[in-house]
């Protein structure tokens, strides 16, 4: 089944420490994305991957890391978390084309403390 | 830089109403436009798009959506609605010079009444 997994699902932790959520697509995507989703705000870009290798800033970036070693994976990093990084965070990836659909995984929910 | 602008964020209807949520993006680019669908607990899914041709595009469970070029719009319609369609939707762009930018309104959230 052609899908986006994210884990963990939920996440509480503390601030300032270090935490990954990792995010893998099994459609051999070359376009992969992190999002996170607060209340009246919508979703708004964090970082986006072209391609293995390619990384770039969306909306907003400060504050987190990614990386894109391999093609199907795109982890999301938070090096020093703090409370206003509690939200809902949704993974997405498509083909390379500006006309293709996102497929969203199920979202992780990170509460800091 | 883009923008999306959702008119409404909060829509009540009754089953079997007529369904229209506003969507306005800004880029004087070409574009391709997106309608996402969430249900309550779930992650986002693709309603419909429109990346060329016929301005009337239709979608999965009987949406529709018109993109007017000169009005920067996409609205999204749905000519009777059920309780099913309870969900928030989101209106997205992603611009024809910079793929790698995806930006989304606010959101509406629409709730059927039974």
Redesign the interface.
């Known amino acids: 089944e052609a899908q986006v997994t994210q884990n963990p699902r939920y996440l509480i932790t503390v601030t300032g420490k270090k935490l990954t959520v990792t995010c893998s697509q099994n459609m051999n995507h070359e376009y992969m994305s992190w999002y996170r989703q607060d209340p009246g705000l919508g979703l708004r870009q964090i970082y986006y991957s072209m391609n293995v290798e390619v990384t770039d800033k969306g909306d907003v970036p400060e504050g987190y890391k990614v990386s894109r070693k391999e093609k199907r994976n795109f982890p999301l990093i938070l090096e020093s978390p703090s409370p206003n990084q509690t939200s809902l965070y949704f993974c997405a990836s498509s083909l390379s084309g500006s006309d293709s659909p996102l497929h969203f995984g199920n979202g992780t929910r990170l509460t800091v403390t | 830089a883009q923008s999306v602008s ?1 008119h409404n ?1 909060h829509v009540i209807l009754s089953e079997a109403a007529s369904l229209e949520l506003g969507c306005n993006y800004s880029y004087g680019g070409t574009v ?1 436009l ?1 309608w ?1 669908v969430q249900y309550p607990g ?5 309603l419909l ?1 429109y ?2 041709g016929d301005p009337l595009v239709k979608g999965i469970k009987g949406f529709e959506a018109e993109f007017i070029k000169s009005k920067f719009s996409f609205n999204l319609r749905k000519p009777s609605v059920q309780w099913s369609d309870t969900a928030e939707y ?1 209106c ?1 762009v ?3 010079t ?10 509406t959230t629409l709730t059927v009444k039974p």
């Open positions: 959702q964020h391709n997106f996402y779930q992650h986002l899914q693709l798009k990346f060329s989101f997205a992603r611009s024809g910079n793929a790698g930018k995806s930006t989304f309104g606010d959101g």
